[in-house]
C-alpha cells in the first residue's frame, strides 16, 4: 500500500507560484471530498499554508500517481497558465514519510526550526479526519509526525534562539532584565514589526506595555489586542520617557524619533537606572550617541542580526540529531506498514494450526476427561505459540526494501500450504 506526496514549497517554486495552488480550509475540504468521491484516492490530506499546498494520498486506483496528482491540483485551482508540473516536487512510499516528519520538526521551513508548523500539519489532519478521508495509514502517519516533532523540540535546539528580529529583541531584553514582568515597556510604532515585538514580549509575562503611535487607533486597537488598554499620544510619549525600563521604536522615518540629549535629560529623571533601546527601524530610529550615554543599552537591527545569525548556526548544528530521530521513527513506521502486508497471511498461519489442534484434540474429547482435556488444550496452546514464534517474527522483520516483503509472505505461505488454507475459508 502506497502513500504518494506532491506539492509546492519555498524550494520548488517562487511565491506567485505558491499562491496560485494554495487552499483555504473551505476549498481543502472541497478538494478532498472530490478525491474521494471520485475513488482517487483510499486516504488524502492537504497541508496548505503561506510557504507551502502539499497532498498526501493513499492512491485508490492504479494509474493515480504523482503525475496525476499535480495535474488535478492544477485543474482544480483553474491554474493551467501559470502553475506547471515541474514546479511541483515527487514523492511516495517512505520518501513521503520522511518529507512530513522533515515538516513537522521544522527543518523543511523557510526558516529553520520555525514554531508554526506543527500546528499547521495538525490543521491539515484535523480538516482530514472532519472529511473523513484520514484512514488507518494517514492516521498513523500523521501521529507518528507528532510523535517525531515532539521529540526534536524536547531533545534537540533546533527551536530554540530567536531567528527573527523581533523576537530577538524580546530575548535580548530577558537576558538584561531576566524578570520582564517587574519591567515598564514602551513601543513607540504599532505596525507591523512593533505589533510581533509587543506580542512576544507578552508571551514572555511582560504586561506593562504603553504603545505610542502616530495614528492613535492603531495603538489602541493593539493595546486592546494585547489586554493592556494602556496608550500615550504620539505629540507627548517623550514627556514619559523616565518612566520606563525598555523602549522599543518600529516607525518608518528618517528622522531620529529619539536624540541623544532627550535620553540624557530622561537617564537623569530616572537617576541612572538602566534602560534598554531596542531600535527594530530601518533606517534606525535612535541616534546612535545615546549608546554612548551611561546605563544606556542601545542596541539596533545590525545587533541583533548577529545574534539571529548566531542563533541560526546553532540550529544548523542540531540538524543531525533531527535527522537520527526521524531515521529512528521512519524504522518503526516502516516495519508497521509491512506489518500490514503481511497481517493476512499472519491470520492464514494463526488460523491454520488453530484448525488443526482444534481436529487433534476433538479426537480426544470423549476418550479423556474434561479437566485432562482443558490441560491438552493448554499445552497445545504453548506449543503452537513457540512453532509460530519465528515464522511470525520473520513476517514482521524490518526488510531493507518493499520488494523482499512478497518474496517473504510467498515463502511462508508455500511452506505451510497457506492457499490450500484460504480455499477452505471462502
Not at 499562491?19 to 488524502?44: C, G, H, M, P
Not at 492504479?62 to 515541474?86: S, T
Not at 546605563?295 to 548556526?313: A, R
Not at 524504522?331 to 500490514?340: E, K, M, R, S
Request: with cysteine; aromatic share 6%; hydrophobic share 40%.
Amino acid at each position: 500500500m502506497n502513500i504518494v506526496s506532491v506539492g509546492v514549497n519555498h524550494k520548488t517554486a517562487p511565491i506567485e507560484i505558491r499562491e496560485r495552488v494554495s487552499l483555504s480550509e473551505v476549498q481543502a475540504k472541497e478538494f478532498l471530498t472530490n478525491l474521494i468521491d471520485d475513488n482517487i484516492a483510499l486516504e488524502a490530506m492537504v497541508l496548505s499554508t503561506c510557504n507551502r499546498t502539499e497532498l498526501y494520498v493513499v492512491p485508490g486506483m492504479p494509474e493515480v500517481d504523482g503525475k496525476y496528482l499535480k495535474e488535478y491540483l492544477i485543474a482544480f485551482r483553474n491554474a493551467h497558465n501559470e502553475v506547471r508540473p515541474e514546479h511541483f516536487f515527487n514523492r511516495f512510499y517512505c520518501n513521503t514519510a520522511r518529507h512530513l516528519f522533515e515538516v513537522a520538526s521544522a527543518i523543511d521551513s523557510l526558516i529553520l526550526g520555525e514554531g508554526q508548523i506543527l500546528g499547521q500539519v495538525k490543521d491539515g489532519y484535523r480538516i482530514a479526519v472532519e472529511v473523513q478521508s484520514a484512514g488507518i495509514l494517514l492516521t498513523r502517519l500523521c501521529h507518528t509526525a507528532f510523535s517525531v516533532a515532539k521529540k526534536v523540540k524536547t531533545k534537540t535546539k533546533i527551536m530554540e534562539g530567536a531567528v527573527s528580529v523581533s523576537y530577538a529583541a524580546v530575548e535580548l531584553a530577558q537576558k538584561i532584565f531576566s524578570n520582564l514582568s517587574m519591567k515598564k515597556i514602551l513601543l513607540i510604532g504599532a505596525g507591523e514589526t512593533g505589533e510581533l515585538a509587543a506580542k512576544h514580549m507578552f508571551q514572555k509575562n511582560a504586561r506593562n506595555i504603553v504603545i505610542t503611535n502616530r495614528t492613535l487607533s492603531k495603538a489602541e486597537a493593539l493595546a486592546e489586542e494585547l489586554g493592556t488598554n494602556q496608550v500615550l499620544p504620539y505629540e507627548s510619549y517623550k514627556e514619559h520617557l523616565h518612566e520606563f525600563d525598555i523602549i522599543i521604536t518600529a516607525v518608518s522615518i528618517k528622522e531620529y524619533v529619539l536624540t541623544e540629549p532627550e535620553l540624557q535629560q530622561s537617564m537623569q529623571k530616572r537617576r541612572l537606572k538602566p534602560v534598554i533601546i531596542l531600535d527594530l527601524g530601518l533606517p534606525r530610529n535612535v541616534d546612535p550617541e545615546i549608546g554612548k550615554l551611561k546605563n544606556m543599552f542601545l542596541k539596533d537591527i545590525d545587533d541583533l542580526k548577529h545574534i539571529i545569525d548566531k542563533n541560526l548556526e546553532m540550529r544548523r548544528a542540531e540538524l543531525p540529531k533531527v535527522q537520527k530521530i526521524i531515521d529512528e521513527e521512519l524504522v518503526g513506521f516502516g516495519q508497521w506498514i509491512n506489518t500490514l502486508k503481511v497481517r493476512p497471511t499472519i491470520v492464514d498461519l494463526q488460523s491454520k494450526f488453530i484448525e488443526i489442534k482444534e481436529k487433534e484434540l476433538e479426537r480426544f474429547r470423549y476418550k479423556v476427561s474434561e479437566e485432562e482435556l482443558k490441560r491438552m488444550e493448554r499445552l497445545t496452546d504453548r506449543i503452537l505459540k513457540k512453532i509460530l514464534h519465528h515464522p511470525i517474527k520473520m513476517l514482521k522483520a524490518p526488510v531493507d526494501t518493499a520488494d523482499t516483503i512478497p518474496s517473504r509472505v510467498n515463502l511462508v505461505r508455500n511452506i505451510f500450504d497457506l492457499e490450500e488454507q484460504n480455499q477452505r475459508t471462502k
